[in-house]
Antibody, heavy 119, light 110 residues
Framework: QITLKESGPTLVKPTQTLTLTCTFS??????????VGWIRQPPGEALEWLAL???????RYSPSLKSRLTITKDTSKNKVVLTVTTMDPVDTATYYC???????????WGQGTTVTVSS | QSVLTQPPSASGTPGQRVTISCSGS????????VNWYQQLPGTAPKLLIY???LRPSGVPDRFSGSKSGTSVSLAISGLQSEDEADYYC???????????FGTGTKVTVL
């Protein structure tokens, strides 16, 4: 059974860097075809894809946020980390990590973690 | 920032059939498979349909997906109260080299 759980600060100040960790089980990111992605959802708004990383370290980023995002993996610890620099109140959202299988199919989602950006 | 367009809302009475559309372009829906996600109130999204029309294990066959050109549709037949949720389409976009979601549709069971 695949599970994912997001962790990180619930409150960050404007201009700070956000670091989120996705800890997963039930699969290995060293296995061909596996991937982990990050999606966020501002309150009352639609889902927005942020980034993804595959077993072979292939990384993709949202073009609109690419300059602010970094995604990395620690295969031995079953963790994926997303950093977002220069946080702004508009980045207030619930952040989800997801398991990717096949061709970009986000088949299992974490419960999400809510991040508020405020001074 | 949604690239895929969905109607903001849809509704029906129990037992009715409801259809949700999702419109994109050649670089996303026109070139790649589409997935649908269901988000029940206060919960994380859940994969509902993948590869345009396939249902993951455990998803009732009341849910079906179809694709035509640069548009896809999600149909819910025999609408039930527990189907009240937000629904999102999503696909890879070759031009953006990234994943794009739809604007989302809120389904209400009257």
């Amino acid at each position: 059974q695949i599970t994912l759980k997001e962790s990180g600060p619930t409150l960050v100040k404007p201009t700070q860097t956000l670091t989120l960790t996705c800890t997963f089980s039930g699969f290995s990111l060293s296995t061909s075809g596996m991937g982990v992605g990050w999606i966020r959802q501002p309150p009352g708004e639609a889902l927005e894809w942020l980034a993804l990383i595959y077993w072979d370290d292939d990384k993709r980023y949202s073009p609109s946020l690419k300059s602010r995002l970094t995604i990395t993996k620690d295969t031995s610890k079953n963790k994926v980390v997303l950093t977002v620099t220069t946080m702004d109140p508009v980045d207030t959202a619930t952040y989800y990590c997801v398991h990717l299988s096949g061709t970009h199919v986000m088949d299992v989602w974490g419960q999400g973690t809510t991040v508020t950006v405020s001074s | 920032q949604s690239v895929l367009t969905q109607p903001p809302s849809a509704s029906g009475t129990p037992g009715q059939r409801v259809t949700i559309s999702c419109s994109g372009s050649r670089s996303n829906i026109g070139s790649n498979s589409v997935n649908w996600y269901q988000q029940l109130p206060g919960t994380a999204p859940k994969l509902l349909i993948y590869s345009n029309s396939l249902r993951p294990s455990g998803v009732p066959d009341r849910f079906s997906g179809s694709k035509s050109g640069t548009s896809v549709s999600l149909a819910i037949s025999g609408l039930q109260s527990e189907d009240e949720a937000d629904y999102y389409c999503a696909a890879w976009d070759d031009s953006l080299n990234g994943y794009v979601f739809g604007t989302g549709t809120k389904v209400t069971v009257l």
